[in-house]
């Protein structure tokens, strides 16, 4: 048998580790090699004992010798309930070494969104929105690792890291191709379960091939064994060295610690006594060792476990009921048994306290040594020593979701801050635990009710089949009345909506209203019900819905925000349904104050939701009124911006913001708006609503565009097709289909489609021929097979559009008349469709009118002008298409 060595002076729990040390100092030579070099993650897994953190260790002695910063942190066991626990870790440092005029300079607009997470800042009055807050930490990070270029970044014992965290590694690490910084995370195999597992494999699959830590060999292991105890070590004693401790590198060193403090012989004759030495090194040896020490170093050692982090020896003493010099030496006891050490200073991370475990094995085996009971006792007396130290609600909540339920009324509304406290830094999850528990206490009955809504605000988002159970429970107890009851009911109404139970949301919304009197309250339910009708895209609608609403609006002044919501709802129905666009513009601007929305009702209001803003917002804009509806869809991405709303509400402003470019005729802009709102809608899950405005647009400009084969790789990647979603997408998805059918030759098929949005729009009552223009793409496609028939949509198409009396749709509808006609009717038709569509705002029907007149006419002059306005519109088919005829010649004037 050959004896592994290592390197001279190598670690003790490093050994066999030349391959992952190899990797790494590769991993570091490629990020400081250039500036401009991209990052990388390398994923360190291991069982526990196996190195891993000596392997962060001597990662960060090759990084610093080769002049690389190194921020590291490390997740702990009893501290996963604590969120951006370890990401403050990693960046506290870094942000606390400047002043805080700088701090606020390096984060620029993230600071307020990220900096409470971090720890460096006053939460705002608003709860934060937790992707906001994520980008806002991957935005730091960024701006951080340029000053501090070349960066290592540590992450040790990944699998206990707060679920905050993990979310913004997963960020962060998709971020990394034009960062110069190495991430390595150490962490334990099949030890996270649920979300954190799928964030560990994420960070995982971005990275480099992860470095899997075995067991020592039988021949690693006598090496080790001898350069411990010395080269008389016999084979056969070595042998039982490996046999015993399975080649755990961690477990091979105490033993070995073992056998020098009891002066054993390393010897054939002495292996037998290893296996009892090897287990009061750990699990109920352990516990036996620590019980040796006395009842006052254990009962430090318990408090010591409890805490889990910044454990100081003043702190341990009030908590384990210890004076000073007693707590003294029992630290100094524990640290002689090799239970306790003080922080290596080489990990800026461990050194907030004084005292920590010398290993993870060990803190577990401790803090599950404790009586039950007085386990949790402990954690309750933790909890009033953190609140004394004036840390906060949500710093003592990790100890009070450990207390057992006991009808504490305090502890609920400790609990219930906590919450509070968590939402305002974006930690939803973490407010929901805190909720979850204190309905464990009970509440008194007449909070009950409150704690059950405040729980379902809690998961909207996150949870809507949950939210739903909650808020249906709390409205069907006592203690919701008045506005908080209206309220609960709206919540509840969203919760539907996003489980997709859209029917179910207006029932009960109407249900509710019939409970009220006429006044405020009524109107607001009333208002709400008509917003979900009136976004709902099925047969659901009832029967003269719009004759009441129109009737309900008449009433209304505008004189509170119910009624403004009656004149934006209002004003969207009779826009959808192709009214007079003069009468729509007056009705959405009834709704507004001074040209502008009203106080509670803005973009990030909660009572009424960003839905009736759109609502109000795409009025606008299918009636021509794009000045007013691109100010509110700008409006929109600038307060999510500035707020940090990155999710649901952010990519649904991108996407309007790309509408209105597309009204307006910019589609390259609008393109670009749309990838980037099909970006953050991906983040946030397929199917949604937000989801399907993304696509049906972005597959709707590319078409305008000319890039029909680019449309069709989007349908088939993300899944545009039936069934449709239960809310209503603009422009009209089935429309937009039919049209990309027909541009990939598939006519059959483009006809069903059409014919089955005509169907749609008949039972909504849908009329207006810019928002759903299935009629002018379906007598385009019959024009050869049924001409009656195509005769007959034109002619409808032109009714419809003088009705609602915009240049856009008369202009649309003069386009397709000219389609089916010949000769001097249909170049007559053709320059009636450009004079009205000059006149629009909408610069990309224009462009089309002209070079179709341009070719209809045979006029050079006019195809040039076509030409002229596709450039700069980006509509490259409309482009080529003129130029062709221009390069031909034949028959122009």
């Known amino acids: 048998m050959t004896e592994v060595r290592p390197p001279a002076a190598a670690p003790a729990l490093l050994w ?55 921020w590291s942190a490390r997740g702990g066991e009893t501290l996963r309930s604590v969120p951006f626990n370890v990401v403050r870790q990693l960046l506290q440092p870094a942000l606390l070494s400047l002043m805080p005029e700088e701090a606020r300079e390096y984060l620029g607009d993230w600071y307020d969104i990220a900096g409470p997470a971090l720890g460096i800042a006053d939460p705002g009055e608003r709860q934060a929105d937790p992707q ?29 890291a707060d679920q905050e965290t993990l979310r913004w590694l997963a960020a962060f690490a998709e971020r990394l191709d034009d960062l110069s910084v190495l991430v390595v995370v150490a962490r334990r195999p099949g ?305 539907l909506l996003h489980n997709d139970q859209l029917e179910e949301a207006v029932r009960t919304v109407e249900a509710e209203a019939a409970r009220h009197e006429e006044g405020p309250a009524r109107l607001r339910l009333q208002a709400v019900q008509y917003m979900w009708e009136g976004i709902h895209a099925g047969e659901a609608g009832s029967p003269g819905r719009s004759e009441r609403l129109a009737e309900l609006a008449a009433t209304c002044t505008g004189r509170d925000n119910s009624e403004r919501a009656l004149l934006m709802l209002r004003g969207f129905d009779a826009m959808a349904r192709g009214e007079s666009a003069e009468e729509v513009a007056e009705l959405c601007d009834r709704s507004l104050v001074n040209g502008r929305l009203a106080p509670g009702l803005g973009w990030t209001d909660t009572e009424w939701g960003l839905e009736l803003l759109l609502m109000l917002a795409n009025a606008y804009a299918f009636t021509d009124r794009l000045d007013r509806a691109e100010a509110l869809y700008t409006e929109a991405l600038r307060t999510y911006e500035s707020a940090g709303w990155s999710g649901g509400h952010l990519a649904l402003a991108h996407t309007y913001v790309g509408v209105g470019h597309r009204r307006r005729g910019r589609l390259r802009e609008a393109e670009t708006s749309l990838r980037e709102s099909l970006r953050l809608a991906e983040r946030i899950g397929r199917g949604l609503p937000l989801y399907w405005s993304a696509i049906c647009n972005l597959v709707d400009v590319l078409l305008a565009r000319g890039h029909t ?44 489609e059409l014919e089955a949005a005509e169907k749609a729009a008949a039972v909504r009552g849908h009329h207006n021929p810019v928002l759903v223009p299935w009629a002018v793409d379906l007598a385009r496609a019959l024009v050869v097979e049924d001409p009656v028939r195509a005769a007959q949509l034109a002619s409808d198409v032109r009714r419809n559009a003088e009705r609602l009396g915009t240049d856009t749709a008369i202009g649309e509808a003069l386009r397709c008349a000219a389609y089916l006609e010949t000769g001097q009717r249909a170049v007559r038709l053709a320059a009636q469709a450009v004079a009205y569509l000059e006149a629009s705002p909408c610069q990309y029907e224009h462009a089309a009118a002209r070079v179709e007149y341009g070719i209809l006419a045979r006029s050079v002059a006019e195809l040039n002008r076509g030409l002229s306005l596709a450039r700069s519109c980006g509509a490259d088919g409309l482009v080529n298409q003129a130029r062709e005829v221009l390069e031909t010649g034949r028959g122009l004037r």
């Open 16 to 70: 066999e580790r030349e391959k992952e040390i190899a990797a790494v100092e590769r991993a570091i030579d490629s990020l400081g090699a250039d500036r401009a070099s991209s990052g990388s993650v390398l994923v360190v897994r291991g069982e526990a004992g196996f190195g891993k953190t000596a392997l962060l260790t001597e990662t960060r002695r090759i990084a610093e010798a080769r002049g690389c910063t190194v």
């Open 132 to 160: 906001g807050v994520t980008d806002g930490l991957v935005a730091a990070v960024r701006r951080l690792a340029r000053r501090d270029w070349p960066l290592v970044l540590l992450v040790d014992d990944a699998h206990w």
């Open 191 to 495: 030890e996270a379960a649920g979300e954190s597992a799928r964030l560990l494999d994420a960070i995982a699959a971005s990275g480099r091939p992860a470095a899997e830590l075995s067991a020592l060999t039988p021949e690693a292991t006598a090496g080790l064994t001898r350069a411990t105890l010395g080269d008389h070590a016999d084979a056969p004693f070595c042998r039982e060295v490996w046999a015993v401790t399975g080649g755990n590198p961690y477990e091979t060193v105490e033993l070995l610690a073992k056998v020098q403090d009891s002066e054993l012989e390393p010897t054939e004759g002495a292996a037998a006594e290893l296996r009892e030495l090897n287990r009061s090194a750990r699990g109920g040896g352990l516990v036996a060792r620590l019980e040796e020490l006395g009842i006052d170093a254990t009962r430090f050692a318990w408090a010591a476990a409890i805490l889990g982090t910044d454990i100081s020896v003043s702190l341990v003493a009030k908590l384990a009921t210890l004076g000073p010099e007693e707590a003294t030496r029992c630290a100094a006891l524990l640290q002689d048994a090799r239970i306790l050490t003080q922080p290596d200073p080489a990990r800026p991370e461990a050194t907030t306290g004084e005292l920590e475990f010398v290993h993870p094995l060990i803190a577990t085996a401790v803090y599950n040594s404790i009586p039950d009971a007085l386990r949790t006792a402990m954690h309750g007396i933790a909890a009033q020593v953190v609140t004394d130290d004036g840390l906060g609600a949500a710093a003592a909540s990790r100890h009070l979701l450990q207390v057992h339920p006991d009808d504490d009324e305090e502890l609920v509304e400790q609990l219930r801050e906590a919450a509070r406290e968590h939402l305002l830094v974006g930690a939803p999850d973490a407010a929901r635990r805190c909720l979850e528990r204190a309905l464990l206490e009970p509440p008194p009955s007449e909070v009950h009710a409150q704690v059950l809504f405040e729980l379902g605000c809690a998961t909207l988002l996150t949870a809507p089949a949950k939210t739903i159970g909650h808020l249906q429970t709390a409205l069907a107890m006592p203690g919701l009345d008045g506005s908080a009851r209206v309220d609960a009911v709206f919540r509840l109404s969203q919760a």
């Open 709 to 752: 084969d680019e449309a069709w790789a989007i349908a088939e990647q993300y899944g545009f097709a039936p069934p449709y979603p239960s809310t209503i997408v603009l422009p009209d998805p089935r429309s937009v289909r039919g049209r990309l059918l027909l541009a990939v030759g598939r006519t059959k098929d483009a006809i069903n």
